[in-house]
């Protein structure tokens, strides 16, 4: 098991940025591939990003293409989601979650693959 403690949330006008940490301890996160979710008020929860455990391949939900970055450095046990050119529709708690499942250059889009979850960060955008 690794324990995940995500930060980096906060409030931001639209147009600005952020950047989410998903902070892993107890084991190796180097063996774990990582997505990022987020859950907005009586929705569903949805994909946003996620990278496998090499960092070398990452998808990401076409409504933030080209404005999310998913990145790691797995010597500092750390997965990133930058967040530019925010929008009041993304506001949502952000949540992080890790797999082993899968090969080196795996990432999954299917909440169902993860199986270490971490309590999330709530991201609010103004208009």
């Known amino acids: 098991q690794v324990q995940l403690v995500e930060s980096g949330g906060g409030l931001v006008q639209a147009g600005g940025s952020l950047r989410l940490s998903c902070a892993a301890s107890?084991?190796?996160?180097?063996?774990?591939?990582v997505g990022w979710f987020r859950q907005a008020p009586g929705k569903e929860r949805e994909f946003v990003a996620a990278?496998?455990?090499?960092?070398?391949?990452?998808g990401y939900v076409d409504s933030v293409k080209g404005r999310f970055s998913i990145s790691r450095d797995n010597a500092k046990n750390t997965v990133y989601l930058q967040m530019n050119s925010l929008k009041p529709e993304d506001t949502a708690v952000y949540s992080c979650?890790?797999?082993?499942?899968?090969?080196?250059?795996?990432?999954?889009?299917?909440?169902?693959?993860?199986?270490?979850w971490g309590q999330g960060t709530q991201v609010t955008v103004s208009s």
């Open positions: 990278i496998s455990r090499n960092g070398y391949n990452a």
């Open positions: 107890g084991r190796t996160f180097g063996i774990y591939a």
């Open positions: 979650a890790a797999t082993t499942a899968g090969l080196t250059g795996t990432y999954y889009s299917d909440d169902a693959r993860y199986d270490n």
